[in-house]
C-alpha cells in the first residue's frame, strides 16, 4: 500500500484547478462566439426554443446570470475530479493521444450517449419531436458548439498535462 504524499496532493489539486479553469474559459468562450454567430440570428428572428430561458425577458434570465459562473466551475471540478484516478496514466501517453482519449470520452459520455434526451444526444434523436429546439437557418450549426468547445477543452487539458509532466521531472 502507497503511502500519502502531501506532493501528489497538491499535483492532484494543481490538475483538478487546471481542468476546472480551463472548462469555464472555454466553454464561456466558445459559448460567447456561438450566441453571436449562431443563436442570437435565430432568437432575434423569432425561432427561440420555449423550453429555454429566454436571454431577452431579463427577469427570467437572471437565474442564468446569477447561476452560469458557478454551474460552470462546478462542471469544471467534476471534470477534474472524475479525471483524477486516470492522471498517473495520461503523463504517461503523448500529447496526441491523451487529447484523443479525453475528446473521446467527452464528446461520447457528456454529448452523444447521456441518458436525458437532448438535442445531439442518441437519447434526444430516439424521444425529441423533429422540430424541437432553436428554429436556426441550418439546424447544424446548432450541433458545431459543444464539439468544438471539448475539442478546444481536450487540447488545453492535453497540453497543460505536458506541463505537468515537465514539472514532475
Not at 497538491?10 to 459559448?31: E, S
Amino acid at each position: 500500500m502507497s503511502s500519502f504524499r502531501i506532493d501528489n496532493f497538491y499535483l492532484y489539486l494543481r490538475f483538478v484547478f487546471i481542468v476546472t479553469l480551463l472548462h469555464v474559459v472555454t466553454y464561456l468562450v466558445v459559448g460567447a462566439l456561438a450566441y453571436n454567430l449562431v443563436y442570437e440570428p435565430s432568437l432575434n428572428a423569432g425561432g427561440f426554443d420555449q423550453t429555454l430561458r429566454n436571454p431577452q425577458n431579463l427577469i427570467e434570465f437572471r437565474h442564468v446570470e446569477f447561476w452560469l459562473y458557478p454551474a460552470q466551475i462546478l462542471r469544471g471540478l467534476l471534470y477534474g475530479l472524475a479525471l483524477c484516478p486516470f492522471l498517473t496514466t495520461l503523463l504517461t501517453w503523448s500529447i496526441q493521444k491523451r487529447f484523443f482519449v479525453l475528446l473521446g470520452l467527452l464528446l461520447v459520455f457528456s454529448v452523444w450517449s447521456v441518458t436525458m434526451p437532448g438535442p445531439g444526444s442518441i437519447e434526444g434523436w430516439l424521444y425529441l419531436k423533429p422540430n424541437y429546439g432553436p428554429a436556426l437557418p441550418n439546424p447544424l450549426l446548432g450541433y458545431i458548439e459543444v464539439p468544438v468547445q471539448l475539442t478546444i477543452f481536450s487540447a488545453m487539458v492535453s497540453w497543460r498535462i505536458e506541463k505537468l509532466n515537465k514539472l514532475l521531472g
